[in-house]
C-alpha cells in the first residue's frame, strides 16, 4: 500500500504495528525533489543517515550527476526501510549556493580566496615551526561526529604517532562522552551492550534522559509500533519536558535538574528491598553489589521525592515496573550526560541492568545512545579521547600493541596522561600552551558553553586557528585558513550507529568547486608533513577509503571493536552490520555479553575506571584487587547537590536540548526549507505557572539571563516542569545581520550558550549544558503570534487549540509504501 505522507506534520509516519517477537515490518520512505519521478533517478547510490545516530539505511537517488532524493533501504536492520524527516529533508543543503568551493586565508584581517598548495604550505610551515619551537603539546585537533571511520582513524594516526600529541578531542566531548565513561566504568570497555532488535522483545522499556521521538526519530518509530501492537511494552520515561515519549509512558518521572543519581538510588533501593535481584548473575558476573546495597539503603522514594521533586508514588510504581519486568531495555541520553554527576547517574542505569541479570538476551538490552552519526567511530578510531582499538593508555603493553601496528617506537605514542579533553584543549589555547588549533567538522563558536569566552579564545592573535568545514560557519569567520570540506553523497567511507551497527556511504556526485574528502586533506597534510615510521617508511602507507578501512581493521584486529570480518563488499548491497564482526562471527554480533562480561580483566579492559567524585584514574594494583577475574563493576554513587543552584537573584532553572528538525547549529537543517520553516527561530520554554507568575504570555519577547550572559527569544508555554527554562541550542548567527555573533548593539544574541556555564562532568569530562540557574524577563509583549516553535515535539503547546498546528505542506510530502519488501536489493546503479 502506497500513500503520501506530510512528513514535518506527522514526523514519525504510518503505523505497522506487531507483537513480541515478531519482525518488525517493511514501510520504505520515499521522499525525491519536485518534478522528480522515481523513473527519472539515474541511480540510487547507498548510504546511511547523517543528521543523527540512528544510522538509517539509504539509497541516495541521482539525476544529471545531482542528488534529487532519498530512499530508506527494506533490508537494513535498522530502520527497515524508514527515514525521519532530516534523512527525508536533509539531503537538501549538500546544493546550498553559499558551500564553501576553496581555500580561504587570513590576509589583512579578512579571509580571501586562494588555491589548495597556497593554505596547506601555510599549515605545514606553522606546524613546523611550531614543532621546532614548542614541541608537539603546541598543536591540537578537534573534530567532529560526522566524519567518516577511515578519515578518524587516519586522523588519530597523523596526530597521536605523526605529530606525537596528546591534544585530539571530537565534539562527541559534547554529547556522548558520558556514554562512554559509563560503560568502562561498568564493563571495562565501551561498545554498546544492547541492539535495537530488543525494541522487538522487550516487555519494559525504560527512557533516562532520552527524548527518542525527536532525537533518533526513526528508533521511536520502531517502540510507537511496537506500543501499538499487541501484547506493548510498559514504557518508563524520565524527563523533565513533555516529550512525545513522555506522553506514552506508562510512568512518566520529570526530575527537578541535577537530581538524577537520587531518583535512580532510589529505583535501585526499591529493586532490592522489594526482591527484585538476580542473584545468581551478580555472583556470577559482578563485584560490589554490598557496597550499593549499603550506598543506596537510605535513599528511599520519599526521599528521592523530596530532592527531586516528583510524587513518591510514581517512584515506587517505576520501581516496580522495572523490577517486574522480564525482558528490559534502557536507553539513556543527553538528559543524563549533560547534567549534573553524569558518569554517576549513567552507571546506575548499568547497575540497574546487572543486578536485573538484563543482558545478552533479546529484549533485555542496555544502550547508553550516541547523539552524532559517528560518535562510536571517533571512539573506537581513537579521535576522542581514547587509544585506537579500545586500547588502555595506562597499560604499557596495550600502547606496544598500537605501536607494532603502526610500526613506531611507543615512546612515540604520548601516554603520559589521558588523551586531552575538549575543554581543555581550549583551556591550554585560552592559556597559550597550544598555539595551533585545527577544527574539523565542528562549531565550536556556537555549540560549546560560555560563548563570549570561546569567541574570545579563537580570536586570539597568538592561535593559529584552521577550520574544515562545509560552510562559512561562526568558527570558520574566525579562522586563520578555512578548507572546503565534501560531505556525505560527495565521498566514500564507513560508519558505526549506537548500536554498534556497520554502514558503508558512497559517494553519489561530485563536491562543489575544490571541496575535498576530509580524508584527502588529512593524508596530503601527512604527505605534505612527511610522518615517517620507525623503518623510514610512510606512516599513513593508504591513499584511499577502501585502503584506510583495511588499515584500520588490522588496528582493530583482537580488540572489542574487531572489524577483520568486514569488507566494503559485504557491506555493499544488503543490511549494515554490527561488530564484532570476524572469522568467529562473520555475521556481526547483535548482542554483547551474552556469555558473560568478557573485557573487564586487567590485562584487558580500556580503562581501569576513575574516581566519580573527582574524576582521578584508578590505577591497575587498585583495580586488580577490586576485579581480578574481570567481572562487571557494580559502582555505587552518592547523590550530591549541583555546583549551582538557583539564588534570589536566579531563581529558575536552565536546561538547553535538541528539537526534531534541527542538528546541532544547523549548518545544514537551517539551510533545508522544510526543516527550517518548522523552527525557523529560537524560543524559550516555560510552564503555565511560571508563566502567570510573571504574567507572561505566549509569544511575548523575554531575555534569558545567566551569570555567564543572556539571550533573547520568543516565549512557548509548555507542560515543561515548574521552574525550569528550556531553550534549544541549535541557533547562531550565521543567517543574521551580525554573521558570527550577538548583536553589536549590545542586544542579547539568540545561541543557547551565551548562558551555559564551564562546567564538566569530573569523569566524563562532559560540559554541563542542563544545570543552570536563571532568570526570565519580559523585553516586549507579544503581538498575538505563538512563538516558532513546532506544535508536534516536546514544544508543543500546553493548550493546544491556542497555536495553530505545524504543517510542512506540498513540499513535505514523501511516500510511504508498506509491504513485503525485506529482501528487495538493489545494485548500484539499479
Not at 257 to 267: C, D, I, K, Y
Not at 373 to 389: F, I, Q, S, V, W
Not at 778 to 795: C, K, N, Q, Y
Request: aromatic letters at 6%.
Amino acid at each position: 500500500m502506497e500513500r503520501m505522507v506530510d512528513r514535518i506534520a506527522d514526523p514519525w509516519g504510518a503505523r505497522t504495528p506487531y507483537g513480541p517477537g515478531e519482525a518488525w515490518p517493511v514501510r520504505t520512505d520515499t521522499h525525491l525533489a519536485e518534478g522528480v519521478r522515481p523513473e527519472d533517478v539515474e541511480q540510487w547510490v547507498q548510504a546511511a543517515s547523517l543528521l543523527h545516530s540512528n544510522g538509517d539505511a539509504m539509497d541516495i537517488a541521482v539525476r544529471h550527476g545531482r542528488i534529487v532524493g532519498v530512499r530508506g533501504r527494506a533490508a537494513d536492520r535498522v530502520n527497515r526501510g524508514r527515514l525521519g524527516p532530516k534523512d527525508l529533508f536533509g539531503w537538501q543543503a549538500n546544493a546550498s549556493p553559499d558551500r564553501l568551493t576553496s581555500p580561504l586565508i587570513r590576509e589583512g584581517g579578512r579571509l580571501t580566496p586562494c588555491d589548495w598548495d597556497t593554505a596547506m604550505d601555510r599549515i605545514v610551515t606553522r606546524t613546523r615551526a611550531l614543532l621546532d619551537e614548542h614541541g608537539p603539546g603546541s598543536i591540537a585537533f578537534y573534530t567532529s561526529g560526522q566524519l567518516y571511520l577511515e578519515e578518524y582513524y587516519t586522523l588519530a594516526v597523523l596526530a597521536r604517532a605523526g605529530i606525537g600529541t596528546n591534544h585530539l578531542d571530537g565534539n562527541t566531548r559534547l554529547c556522548t562522552a558520558t556514554a562512554a565513561e559509563a560503560l568502562k566504568e561498568t564493563f571495562g570497555c565501551d561498545g554498546q551492550p544492547g541492539s535495537y532488535a530488543d525494541v522487538d522483545h522487550a516487555d519494559t522499556l525504560a527512557l533516562f534522559g532520552h527524548n527518542m521521538a525527536e532525537t533518533q526519530p526513526v528508533l521511536w518509530m520502531r517502540v510507537l509500533d511496537r506500543l501499538d501492537g499487541p501484547a506493548p511494552p510498559r514504557l518508563v520515561c524520565v524527563d523533565p519536558r513533555p516529550t512525545p515519549s513522555a506522553r506514552r509512558a506508562s510512568v512518566h518521572l520529570a526530575p527537578r535538574p541535577g537530581t538524577n543519581v537520587a531518583l535512580l538510588n532510589a529505583l535501585l533501593h526499591e529493586i532490592i528491598r522489594t526482591g527484585h535481584v538476580d542473584q545468581a548473575y551478580v555472583q556470577a558476573h559482578t563485584v560490589g553489589f554490598d557496597e550499593l546495597e549499603r550506598q543506596v539503603a537510605p535513599c528511599t522514594p520519599a526521599w528521592a521525592a523530596d530532592i527531586c521533586d516528583v510524587p513518591e508514588a510514581a517512584v515506587r510504581e517505576a520501581a516496580e515496573i522495572l523490577g517486574g519486568a522480564q525482558r528490559l531495555l534502557s536507553t539513556v541520553l543527553q538528559g543524563v550526560y549533560q547534567s549534573h554527576q553524569a558518569t554517576a547517574a549513567a552507571v546506575q542505569v548499568n547497575n540497574l541492568h546487572l543486578i536485573r541479570g538484563m543482558l545478552g538476551r533479546p529484549g533485555a538490552g542496555l544502550l547508553q545512545m550516541n547523539g552524532q552519526p559517528t560518535a562510536e567511530n571517533t571512539r573506537e578510531c581513537g579521535a576522542d579521547g581514547d587509544l585506537p582499538g579500545f586500547r588502555n593508555w595506562q597499560n604499557d603493553e596495550h600502547v606496544a600493541d598500537l605501536a607494532r601496528v603502526w610500526n613506531v617506537e611507543p615512546k612515540d605514542i604520548p601516554h603520559y596522561a589521558p588523551p586531552t579533553p575538549a575543554l581543555q584543549i581550549f583551556r591550554y589555547a585560552e592559556q597559550g600552551s597550544v598555539k595551533l588549533l585545527w577544527i574539523s567538522g565542528t562549531n565550536p563558536a556556537v555549540s560549546l558553553p560560555e560563548l563570549t569566552r570561546i569567541r574570545s579564545i579563537l580570536g586570539q592573535d597568538g592561535l593559529f586557528t584552521v577550520v574544515q568545514d562545509l560552510f562559512p560557519t561562526e568558527t570558520a569567520q574566525l579562522a586563520d585558513v578555512v578548507l572546503p570540506a565534501a560531505t556525505w553523497g560527495e565521498k566514500t567511507g564507513t560508519f558505526t550507529n549506537a548500536d554498534r551497527t556497520v554502514h558503508l556511504a558512497e559517494k553519489a556526485v561530485d563536491p562543489p568547486g575544490q571541496a575535498r574528502p576530509d580524508l584527502d586533506v588529512f593524508l596530503d597534510y601527512a604527505r605534505r608533513m612527511d610522518f615517517r615510521d620507525k623503518d623510514g617508511g610512510p606512516l599513513v602507507h593508504w591513499h584511499g577509503p577502501e585502503e584506510a578501512f583495511e588499515a584500520w581493521k588490522r588496528c582493530s584486529a583482537g580488540r572489542p571493536c574487531d572489524y577483520t570480518g568486514l569488507t566494503y563488499d559485504l557491506l555493499r548491497g544488503g543490511s549494515g552490520i554490527p561488530w564484532p564482526c570476524t572469522d568467529g562471527a562473520p555475521e556481526g554480533t547483535e548482542r554483547l555479553y551474552a556469555d558473560g562480561i568478557t573485557w573487564a580483566a586487567p590485562e584487558t579492559c580500556e580503562s581501569y575506571g576513575k574516581d566519580l567524585v573527582t574524576g582521578a584514574s584508578v590505577d591497575v594494583v587498585e583495580y586488580r584487587s577490586l576485579n581480578p577475574d574481570g567481572k562487571a563493576v557494580l559502582k555505587a554513587a552518592e547523590y550530591l547537590p549541583p555546583h549551582e543552584e538557583p539564588s534570589p537573584e536566579y531563581p529558575l532553572q536552565l536546561s538547553t536540548g535538541r528539537t526534531l528538525y534541527h542538528f546541532h547549529t544547523r549548518t545544514k537543517t537551517g539551510r533545508v526549507p522544510q526543516l527550517n520553516a518548522a523552527a525557523p527561530e529560537v524560543w524559550v520554554e516555560l510552564s503555565p505557572a511560571q508563566a502567570a507568575r510573571q504574567e507572561l504570555a505566549e509569544g511575548d519577547l523575554v531575555d534569558v539571563t545567566t551569570p555567564r550572559g543572556a539571550l533573547r527569544g520568543r516565549l512557548r508555554i509548555t507542560a515543561i516542569r515548574d521552574g525550569l527554562i528550556f531553550v534549544p541550542f541549535h541557533y547562531g548567527y550565521w543567517d543574521t545581520e551580525a554573521g558570527h555573533r550577538p548583536p553589536e548593539d549590545g542586544r542579547p544574541g539568540r545561541a543557547a550558550n551565551e548562558t551555559t556555564v564551564t562546567d564538566w562532568d569530573p569523569a566524563s569530562k562532559q560540559p554541563l549544558y542542563k544545570v543552570a540557574a536563571a532568570r526570565i524577563t519580559r523585553v516586549e509583549r507579544g503581538d498575538g503570534s505563538p512563538a516558532p516553535a513546532p506544535t508536534t515535539t516536546a514544544s508543543a503547546p500546553a493548550d493546544p487549540g491556542a497555536v495553530p498546528a505545524t504543517v510542512g505542506g506540498p513540499s513535505a510530502r514523501s511516500v510511504q509504501t508498506t509491504g513485503d519488501h525485506e529482501d528487495r536489493k538493489e545494485p548500484e546503479g539499479a
